[in-house]
C-alpha cells in the first residue's frame, strides 16, 4: 500500500526555520511527481512546490527565496526546507504524489494526485 507521512511541523516565531519531510512508503520515490501544498484556515488549499522524476524542482513565486523542495531517492523521503518564516506561512502542510510526469501546479489547487499525506501543522508567530 502506498503511503506518505509527513513530520516535522511546529510553532515557531517568525524569521525562524523548519524542515519538513515526508517519508514514503509502498513506492519508490525516484518514479514519482511529488510536491508540497498547504491549507491555511478558511481558505483553500495552495500548491507551493513540486518536484519531478528527474529532480526538476518549481517554487511558488510566495516561498521563492525562502522555501526549497529537494527529494533523498535513497531514504524514499522528500523535504521542505523553510527559511525566514511569516505568519502568513501558518498553515496545514501536506505532500503529495502521483506516477504522471508533471501533474502538480502550484497556486490555489483543486486538481488530483494519486497519493496524500495527512498534514503537519505549522504555525508562525508575529
Known amino acids: 500500500q502506498v503511503r506518505l507521512a509527513e513530520s516535522g511541523g511546529g510553532s515557531v516565531p517568525a524569521g525562524g526555520s523548519l524542515k519538513l519531510s515526508c517519508s514514503a512508503s509502498?513506492?519508490?520515490?525516484?518514479?514519482?511527481?511529488m510536491g508540497w501544498f498547504r491549507q491555511s484556515p478558511g481558505k483553500q488549499p495552495e500548491g507551493v512546490a513540486s518536484?519531478?522524476?528527474?529532480?526538476?524542482?518549481n517554487n511558488h513565486d510566495s516561498v521563492k527565496g525562502r522555501f526549497t523542495i529537494s527529494k533523498d531517492n535513497d531514504k524514499n523521503t522528500l523535504y521542505r526546507q523553510m527559511n525566514s518564516l511569516k505568519p502568513e506561512d501558518t498553515a496545514t502542510y501536506y505532500c503529495?504524489?502521483?506516477?504522471?510526469?508533471?501533474?502538480?501546479?502550484?497556486?490555489?489547487?483543486?486538481?488530483?494526485?494519486?497519493?496524500w499525506g495527512r498534514g503537519t501543522l505549522v504555525t508562525v508567530s508575529s
Open positions: 503529495a504524489a502521483d506516477r504522471r510526469p508533471s501533474p502538480v501546479y502550484l497556486g490555489v489547487w483543486s486538481g488530483y494526485l494519486e497519493v
Open positions: 509502498g513506492y519508490s520515490a525516484s518514479s514519482f511527481c
Open positions: 518536484i519531478d522524476s528527474e529532480d526538476e524542482t
